[in-house]
């Protein structure tokens, strides 16, 4: 099986988001949880800190699951049941795990698929052979700088502070299950 080509920009399966706090991204999970059903598999990249469990707790109130969504990098895998009829969340933090899809065998993530919303923090390189189809959503911390308050830039003992809040966002859908679905309604 060949594996599709990545949507660019003009396609309907890829979008940018400037998120500008924790407030806003978990407002982007709370709204990107609205697109997802029972099997679909989402993938989540960004450094430590740049809002992936963040993103997944709006997920986990988008989707009406029960229990405080945490980051799972010491459990490996939760599971929220759902509080009504829809998916459970499966959260998943790979980070620890330095093996493929063979290491990811161990939680049963192929069984747990087609009845949940599985969400795999650092999955990159292991879990892209559960299905053909996924959400890539990869977070950028805005690198930049502005003068620290109250100095002149470049003035004598001014120094430079990060502009940690901002992030960039991209959500990209690959695969058919996605080809169909507007992204832009992120944006909203």
């Known amino acids: 099986m060949e594996a599709a080509a990545p949507p660019t920009p003009a ?13 806003q991204m978990q407002e ?4 990107l ?10 993938m989540l990249s960004g450094e430590l800190g740049a809002g992936k469990t963040t993103l997944t707790r709006g997920l986990g109130e988008g989707l009406g699951v029960r229990g405080a969504v945490t980051s799972p990098t ?5 599971v929220h049941p759902s509080l009504g009829d829809g998916p459970p969340l499966v959260h998943v933090d790979a980070y620890r795990l330095s093996g493929g899809l063979e290491e990811m065998e161990d939680l049963d993530l192929d069984v747990s698929l ?11 390189g292991k879990v892209e052979e559960l299905s053909d189809a996924r959400l890539q959503v990869v977070i950028h911390r805005t690198v930049g700088t502005a003068p620290s ?12 502070v990060g502009a940690d809040g901002v ?3 991209t959500v990209t859908g690959i695969g058919d299950r996605w080809a169909a679905v507007d992204l832009g309604v992120l944006t909203a």
């Open 28 to 31: 982007l999970g709370r709204r």
């Open 167 to 169: 992030r960039q966002v």
């Open 74 to 78: 010491f459990v490996i895998a939760r």
């Open 114 to 124: 087609p009845d949940s919303v599985v969400v795999v923090e650092w999955g990159e």
């Open 33 to 42: 949880a609205k697109l997802l059903r029972a099997g679909d598999l989402v």
């Open 11 to 23: 396609d309907p399966a890829f979008v940018e988001i400037t998120v500008n706090s924790p407030e």
């Open 149 to 160: 308050p109250g100095a002149a830039p470049g003035a004598p003992g001014a120094h430079e």
